[in-house]
């Protein structure tokens, strides 16, 4: 794979055929960007499974560097072989392995085959070899199921050990998590490319939301300005592009091996970033 940057995008597969509709024209305005790839997330426990498949299907109908996620809390052996066999007759070279989070009223017993996304590491490169490039994900400010940041960096390192071939991470919006992230990793014999996840501001109730759910730090001044905008959407955007824009900023100037974009299904705002960063002139050749 490229060692230049490698700006990336994500979506996630709708749930309806009106959802599915509109989320083609978004692939069109993404796909006109030159992404390094586009990622499908999978809802933990199969929940998205068909959505999941037939986004990736569409994708690979347009010749699209697909990375399709993973989530193997719940799964099988035999399930998780399937899949991936169904990827790699699509042409697929690049996953993303994650564990996933048990899905609300699953018992312990349906945990499945893989208790942690290492084990779905091992799994991929003893049944698959080289087949597939593998992302991990990464969290510069810690899972929130981590008993802390050197556990977490432990675990971290054992995927990595597993033969990841890189990162992506949670979304943060203070850069010195990161870079600060990226040394402890170095001190410890991590040396693939960790690139941060950025998740565009254009809700805050929902991103307030997301953030408790998965340990994303809101800084407190940017929770007291958004919540200062209420109900104000324009100056929310404006806002939330100046801070975003300005954290790709810093991520570039310090060395982040590139970008990958949680759209939410909305192009406009990648777009945008896109276009101020100028990262369509700049990377993935
Ligand atoms: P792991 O790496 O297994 O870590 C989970 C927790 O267990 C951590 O606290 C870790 O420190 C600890 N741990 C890890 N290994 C061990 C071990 N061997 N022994 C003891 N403790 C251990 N979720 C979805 O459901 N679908 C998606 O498509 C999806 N996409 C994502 C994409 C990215 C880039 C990111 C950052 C997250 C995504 N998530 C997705 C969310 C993710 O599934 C959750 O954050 C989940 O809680 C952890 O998944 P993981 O793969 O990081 O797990």
Not at 223 to 236: H, K, P, T, Y
Request: charge should be negative; charged fraction near 20%; aromatic fraction near 10%.
């Amino acid at each position: 794979m490229s060692s230049q940057p490698q700006y990336s995008v994500e979506l996630f597969p709708p749930k309806t055929a009106e959802g599915m509709a509109k989320l083609k024209l978004e692939i069109a305005q993404l796909n006109a960007l030159n992404p390094a790839y586009f990622s499908v997330t999978y809802g933990a426990g199969g929940s998205t499974r068909d959505g999941t498949l037939d986004t990736v299907a569409w994708l690979r109908e347009l010749h699209i560097d697909t990375a399709p996620h993973l989530a193997c809390i719940g799964s099988t052996r035999e399930q998780m072989r399937e899949l991936l066999h169904h990827y790699q007759q699509q042409g697929i070279r690049r996953v993303v392995a994650l564990r996933g989070d048990m899905p609300s009223g699953m018992g312990a017993g349906e945990r499945g085959a893989f208790h942690y996304a290492n084990e779905l590491v091992e799994f991929i490169r003893a049944e698959f070899g080289t087949a597939f490039h593998i992302e991990v994900a990464a969290y510069p400010e810690c899972h929130p199921q981590a008993g802390n940041p050197s556990r977490d960096l432990e675990n971290f390192k054992r995927k990595v050990d597993a033969g990841a071939d890189g990162a992506i991470t949670q979304y943060f919006y203070n850069a010195d998590a990161y870079f600060a992230f990226i040394a402890d990793c170095h001190k410890n014999a991590i040396q693939i490319p960790i690139v941060p996840g950025i998740m565009p501001i254009t809700n805050y109730t929902q991103l307030a939301r997301f953030s408790d759910g998965c340990g994303a730090e809101i800084p407190r001044w940017m929770r007291r300005r958004l919540e200062g905008f209420g109900d104000d959407v324009a100056s929310i955007r404006a806002f939330g592009h100046e801070v975003v824009l300005n954290l790709c900023r810093q991520l570039i100037a310090g060395g982040a091996p590139g970008l990958h974009f949680y759209t939410m299904n909305q192009a406009a705002t990648t777009v945008r970033l896109w276009a101020d960063l100028q990262l369509s002139e700049q990377a993935n050749a």
